[in-house]
């Protein structure tokens, strides 16, 4: 999926695990390359201003740009940092009730 979204959007991590550990599973995987930034947890700021500041320095447009997400509270973060969300579940995030909080998509 990585290989067909390459030059077609600017793609970026914004996650509270590590950012070093993010780039390392990343760079094992030869996968580091396709994101032009990543912010981990040791970030101090919340991750709506993290949002904010990652759209700005990619030159993004706020309402072209979705944020993948796999909490209730990331879900809600997009919609606060004004840009889109699509919610995923994974085998560890278990959503309560049907579907997450209003997602784009």
């Not at 979204?5 to 950012?19: H, P, Q, Y």
């Not at 996968?31 to 201003?49: M, N, P, Q, Y």
């Not at 949002?51 to 447009?61: E, M, Y």
Request: aromatic letters at 4%; glycine letters at 12%; a positive charge.
């Amino acid at each position: 999926m990585l290989n067909a979204l390459e030059g077609k959007c600017d793609m970026a991590i914004i996650s509270t695990n590590s950012g070093q550990a993010i780039k390392g599973i990343l760079a094992k995987h030869g996968a580091l390359s396709f994101f032009r930034s990543i912010s981990g947890g040791e970030d101090a700021t919340g991750k709506v201003d993290r949002l904010r500041r990652c759209v700005s320095s990619l030159g993004a447009l706020p309402q072209r740009t979705i944020y993948v997400c796999d909490t209730a509270g990331d879900v809600r973060e997009a919609r606060e940092a004004g840009v889109g969300a699509v919610a995923v579940s994974w085998a560890c995030t278990r959503w309560r009730g049907s579907r997450p909080p209003s997602p784009t998509a």
